[in-house]
């Protein structure tokens, strides 16, 4: 009986210990591994980002303001009109009806002879050439929109070009959905072009900027406490170096950088910690990009700094953001 236990252990042991083995071999550690980033200089900008659609800022339904018979249509469908024109006269002399604003006649819904009501729709003008576009911005983003910020607009039928504008708009009032409320913006767009009503926009509104700030990926900005640092490198590579703790002061920041106003130079070396899978890494790792103007370099290490800062809503920009 006990040389049939001993047996039945060892297989066990010996089945167990090839499980072990080949599930060993199978796995996919997960290491720690740190690349560098330099500390540049340039401008940042901060921006909040939404989509919507075109919309004309004038477009009216021009109604009778009399009971009367139609003596003269002056105006025909789809003709230009200036502010102040004579649109439809009447026979017993009562106030002509006259265009509010320049634009185009777009429909036109009677004719000489006609009786029209008071406040009946008689026409509708459109100015095609003063376009606007609205954008939903999340209630958290929307206190640091102003009037009168500096807007980028790109339209969807027109890729390689960049228009501009400014916010003329912000809503009182937020529309309440799954739990977040969101603001209505609206920006008038400065030179339309061939821009059409209806087309879809993505805007970016500038809310912040600094010039020639220094700035960091956002991720190399630790917290401990009350207190901000970064982990200072002596050279572009981490492979064995040690990393000195440095505290810093902040200023404005974007999804991706960080101003530092206290506590580094340009050209200083800090660490950014990640979590590589290594089995899809390979010996170096993959490249990141680290703005315009330097290149952030993945390299092996060791150690993770713990914390990290928060990012604020925004798009970056200009050398500090691209």
Request: proline letters at 3%; a negative charge; charged letters at 25%.
């Amino acid at each position: 009986m006990k040389k049939l236990i001993m047996i039945g252990t060892v297989l066990v042991l010996a089945i167990g210990g090839c499980v072990w083995f080949f599930m060993k071999d199978n796995a996919e550690p997960v290491i720690a591994k740190s690349v560098t980033a330099t500390v540049e200089k340039g401008d940042l900008e901060v921006q909040i980002s939404g989509s919507g659609s075109v919309a004309a800022i004038n477009s009216e339904d021009i109604t009778s303001s009399v009971t009367d018979e139609v003596d003269e249509v002056l105006v025909a469908k789809n003709e230009l009109v200036e502010k102040g024109d004579e649109l439809i006269t009447f026979t017993d002399g009562s106030d002509p009806i006259t265009a509010p604003f320049d634009g185009t006649v777009t429909t036109l819904d009677v004719e000489e002879g006609d009786r029209v009501s008071s406040s009946e729709v008689v026409a509708h003008v459109t100015d095609y050439k003063k376009l606007k576009t609205t954008i939903s911005v999340d209630e958290l983003d929307v206190p640091s929109v102003k009037k009168g910020q500096t807007v980028e607009i790109k339209a969807s039928a027109f890729e390689d070009e960049t228009f501009t504008g400014k916010v003329t708009s912000v809503a009182k009032e937020g529309t309440y959905e799954n739990g977040v409320s969101s603001f209505d913006v609206t920006i008038k767009i400065d030179k339309p072009g061939d821009i059409k009503i209806g087309m879809s926009t993505e805007v970016s509104i500038l809310t912040n900027s600094v010039k020639d700030a220094l700035y960091v990926p956002i991720e190399a900005v630790q917290i401990d406490g009350e207190e901000k640092y970064v982990n200072i490198q002596q050279s572009g590579t981490t492979e064995g170096a040690a990393s000195t703790k440095t505290v810093v002061e902040t200023g404005i920041s974007n999804d991706r950088y960080i101003e530092i106003t206290s506590g580094l130079e340009e050209g200083q070396f800090v660490s950014l910690p990640i979590t590589i899978n290594e089995s899809s890494t390979g010996s170096g790792g993959e490249g990141m990009r680290g703005g315009q103007g330097g290149e952030v370099r993945m390299q092996s290490g060791s150690g993770m700094p713990s914390g990290g800062m928060p990012s604020s809503g925004g798009m970056p920009s200009g050398k500090g953001g691209q």
